[in-house]
């Protein structure tokens, strides 16, 4: 009971900090609802990208990477980090001094009106399809875990992922539709703050569990007794072979850094590039300690179960249903549920801003007021977050 009520009451305080900070935002304008009135400073365009980035099925997709794999799963947040500096030096500055609004917008200069349209239906599908669906499924299957759900309402296990998806999906479509860029990006900040903090813990607790009480003791057996966990070198049958690590990793990261809509309409909301910039490697920066939140308690987890789990997407929220005290495991499933709404609605912000943005005003109503095209936006969004939720 502690714990649900612990959850709750975090939950309302990010939803209320968020209402309060963006009461004076025109959402009706598009600035004001695609980039928040570009009224973003480095420390919230910070925490939004990495809560854009780092949700339930990083944290527990790589956590059971790690569980199976080892250390070496870690090349995906480090090497971002690289990326991220890049982004910041070299392609901010060519977004910016255009003040586009869309990737696809920076694509037509370069080339025409049809090539942007393919880029923009191409984010859509991946969004709808691939990335919106993992995040719920992802999500759902931590609280499932963290929780006991079906134990605890009494219901399938099915039953219970119907429960968070359309849980998650229907206050997600709250925040983006209703809120806007900048709703998400102040919830981000928030919740990021909590994530660092609550996943930080997790390891912590895990390791004195592991030492009888020492963090020392237990990070020292851990490394003395799981020794092939800390091999960094990859072969050809690991996910990630190190032949790759500077060659095709580097490309799926300024992909993901570089030219991605989700992340890059944070920074362009920025308050200026200067602010745009120390935003992105601010988070650059913070990126370098991830591992400890998303690698370490897979290794952890691999310890103090001996590797026997039915599967490795529930080495991180059985670690944490196993070493968290009751009071703060409500506190730390609220910003894990926080982490999962984040990307949920950076994906919809961005897909209500490339079609309302690339595709309505261009293909469907040319003379579209801008009240128009946010709410054939909002519209939009609503429809891909409900194909997303099915799915």
Not at 118 to 138: K, R
Not at 208 to 230: M, P, V
Not at 324 to 337: D, H, N, S, T, Y
């Amino acid at each position: 009971m502690l714990s649900i009520i612990t959850f709750i009451g975090f939950t309302l305080l990010v939803a209320g900090v968020a209402w309060y900070a963006t009461r004076g935002t025109d959402e009706s304008s598009a600035d004001g609802y695609y980039l928040g009135g570009r009224s973003l400073g480095a420390i919230t365009i910070a925490g939004s990208l990495l809560l854009t980035n780092l949700s339930a099925e990083q944290i527990v997709g790589l956590n059971g990477q790690a569980f199976t794999e080892g250390i070496l799963v870690m090349a995906w947040e480090t090497l971002a980090a690289i990326s991220m500096v890049i982004t910041a030096v070299w392609l901010l500055p060519k977004y910016m001094n255009r003040g586009i609004t869309t990737i696809p917008e920076f694509i037509q200069e370069r080339f025409d009106e049809n090539t942007k349209a393919i880029l923009s239906v191409l984010f859509l599908i991946a969004f709808g399809i691939v990335l919106l669906p993992t995040i719920l499924y992802a999500g759902s299957k931590a609280f499932i875990t963290m929780f006991e759900l079906p134990a605890l309402l009494e219901i399938s296990e099915t039953a219970s992922y119907w429960v968070c998806v359309w849980s998650i999906g229907l206050i997600g479509i709250v925040y983006a539709i209703f809120g806007g860029l900048k709703a998400v990006a102040v919830s981000d900040l928030i919740n990021a703050i909590g994530l660092l903090i609550g996943g930080l813990l997790i390891p912590i607790f895990g390791l004195s569990l592991i030492g009888d009480g020492s963090i020392l003791d237990g990070l020292g057996a851990l490394w003395t007794e799981n020794q092939d966990k800390f091999d960094v070198t990859g072969d050809v049958t690991s996910s990630i072979p190190f032949g790759t690590v500077f060659t095709g990793m580097m490309i799926a990261q300024m992909y993901y850094w570089g030219t991605n809509q989700a992340i890059l309409q944070r920074v362009f909301g920025a308050k200026s590039l200067a602010e745009g910039q120390k935003g992105m490697i601010l988070a650059g920066f913070v990126k370098f300690l991830i591992p400890i939140i998303v690698v370490l308690p897979g290794i952890i987890a691999w310890h103090l179960f001996e590797g026997n789990l039915a599967n490795a997407d529930q080495a991180y929220p059985a670690l944490v249903r196993k070493v968290l005290p009751e009071a703060l495991l409500g506190f730390f499933a609220a910003v894990l549920f926080g982490a999962v709404l984040s990307s949920f609605n950076s994906l919809l912000n961005s897909s209500a801003t490339l079609f309302g943005f690339d595709l309505y005003k261009e293909y469907f109503k040319q003379d579209a007021t801008e009240k128009q095209t946010v709410r054939a936006g909002k519209i939009f969004g609503m429809c891909l977050a409900l194909i997303s939720m099915i799915i």
